[in-house]
Structures are given as C-alpha cells and as structure tokens.
C-alpha cells in the first residue's frame, strides 16, 4: 500500500496538492487527527485481502486544524512502521510574505487566528509544526511556484518506487529573487562570466547552444563543474546512509536565466549519467518581464 501523509503550513496549497493525489487515483481523506491513522491503515490493509476496501493508494491530510491532535503524530508514525506500511510526509510551505498574501486575496480565517494578528499566527503555526517539518521525507517550497509546477513536483515524488534510492532536485534560481526554502546545498555561480552583458546573448538563457559555447570559452567553467561533480559523488552516498530520502541542490547567479541554468543543467545531467534520480526545474528563467514575449524574447 502506498501511503502519502500531506502536510505543512496553512496557505501552502495543500488543497491544491491534494486534489491532484485524488487525480492520480489516491483516496484521500482531509483533516485528519494522526491518532485514528493507524486504525484506518489496518482497515484499509484488511481490505486487500478481499474484504471490500480494494484501496493501495491513500493519502491523509494532517495540519493544524487538528492542533489539539498533533501531539499524536509521532505516536502515530511509530505505528505505522510497525505496520511495516512504507509511508512518505510531504510538507509544504512558504514564506511569511507569501502566506499573508494569499491570505488577504482568498479573505480566509487562519486556523489560530482566534485573538492573534495574522502575522502571529502565522509565526505560532510555524512554531508547532516544527517537529512534523523534521521528520518530512519530501519538503516543497510553494512560495515562488506556480501551480503546474507543484504538480510536476508531486508527480515526481508519486512515482518513486525505489525507497533505498535518494530523490535529488536540481533547482536553478536568482538571487536576486531568494533563494529556494528548500536548498540542502547551494552553488553560487555568480563568479562565472555574465553573458547578460554581451548584447547578442542577452536574450538566450543557459539551454541554448550560444551560452553554452561562450561560458564553455572559459576555463573556470568546466573546472567548477568537475569540482561540484566531485563533492556530490562523494557525499550523496552517506547522506542515503544516514537516511535521507530527497537531496535538493540550488544553483545561483544573479537572475536566473543564463549561468544558473546552464550549471544546473549540466549537474543533473551528470547526477544522471552516475546513476542517480533525478528531477529538474528551473525557477527564474523567463522571472524578468524584459525576457517575456512582445518584450524582445525569442519565439
């Protein structure tokens, strides 16, 4: 039975999230207190052996609606292993700003927000799900995300089969736009020539031929990536050992279009060809309007 327990902060887009678990053929059940999980799974695993419930693909939903529950989680979670049920915690987040956005345009209730600004109750629920964020196997950053690209993320992690194999997600991203919430390493590649100054490539990003010939020009290139290679290889074995289910890797330059991408693109390429999943997603590349078509972009 393959078993998802969606959580994180309020705002996040777990409904979104978990309408899509319900596309993908999950039975999902919302607002769950993690003290009755078990029970259901047993029922549930009852059910495969032809008692009616013909479910092997569930997914709960467990935040701080249930607040005077969540003290159960860890009781629960330790039930489920002994279940000998594989399960995974995707949690959700986003930034303060971004939440309080989103707050004011849906014109929702927070779920503390009885005798608290929203700001404070924002910061209380960050506070209490602090322990459920540490034991996530999967944690994704919904602040700068559009919703297709949540879903290709979901997607990603439903498929994995493998449970001893390390997820890694390449990100490329700008600084001057933040960096990723959820950034295990981060590779600065601002020291690398910036092709947005040269105005014939100002316009390409890192995945067309014409950057990658001018920033393969330079030496510093090819060195950095093989050094960057060198410490992932050697490291991802004993993050897998210590248990670690998802590895994220960002990589930076200024805005997100041309070096990031192109570094990003030739790490994951590289993880793959040593053997390793991996998932892509650039998240700056078309950020700054000048780059959007009827302003200059190529078709």
Not at 36 to 51: D, I
Not at 138 to 155: F, G
Not at 256 to 283: I, T
């Amino acid at each position: 039975m393959d078993v998802i327990i969606l959580t994180g902060m309020s705002g996040a887009g777990k409904s979104q999230a978990a309408h899509f678990l319900e596309d993908q053929g999950y039975f999902c059940i919302d607002n769950l207190p993690p003290m009755v999980l078990p029970e259901l799974v047993r029922t549930f695993l009852k059910g495969q052996g032809g008692e009616g419930f013909a479910v092997d693909k569930l997914a709960f939903v467990v935040d701080i609606r249930s607040n005077d529950f969540l003290k159960g989680f860890g009781k629960a979670m330790t039930e489920l292993k002994n279940l000998e049920c594989p399960y995974r915690i995707i949690f959700l987040e986003a930034n303060d700003q971004v939440l309080v956005s989103r707050y004011r345009q849906t014109r929702r209730k927070h779920p503390l927000s009885d005798g608290l600004s929203l700001v404070e109750a924002i910061e209380k629920e960050r506070s209490q799900m602090r322990g459920i964020r540490a034991r996530a196997t999967h944690v994704i950053d919904t602040s700068l995300i559009a919703l297709s690209a949540l879903k290709e993320e979901l997607l990603h992690i439903i498929e994995i089969s493998d449970e001893k194999t390390m997820d890694i997600h390449v990100e490329s991203f700008g600084f001057k736009y933040g960096l990723p919430g959820d950034c295990d390493i981060t590779c600065d590649v601002r020291f690398l020539p910036n092709p947005f100054y040269i105005p014939e490539l100002k316009m390409h990003c890192g995945k067309d031929q014409e950057i990658i010939e001018f920033l393969e020009k330079h030496p510093e290139t090819e060195q950095y990536y093989d050094k960057m290679m060198d410490l992932l290889c050697f490291s991802i074995p004993y993050y897998i050992r210590e248990g670690k289910a998802r590895l994220s890797v960002g990589v930076g330059c200024t805005g997100g279009r041309h070096r990031s991408v192109y570094m990003a693109e030739r790490l994951a390429a590289g993880l793959k060809e040593a053997g390793y999943r991996v998932s892509m997603h650039h998240r700056d590349i078309d950020k700054d309007p000048r780059y959007q078509v009827g302003e200059g972009k190529k078709p």
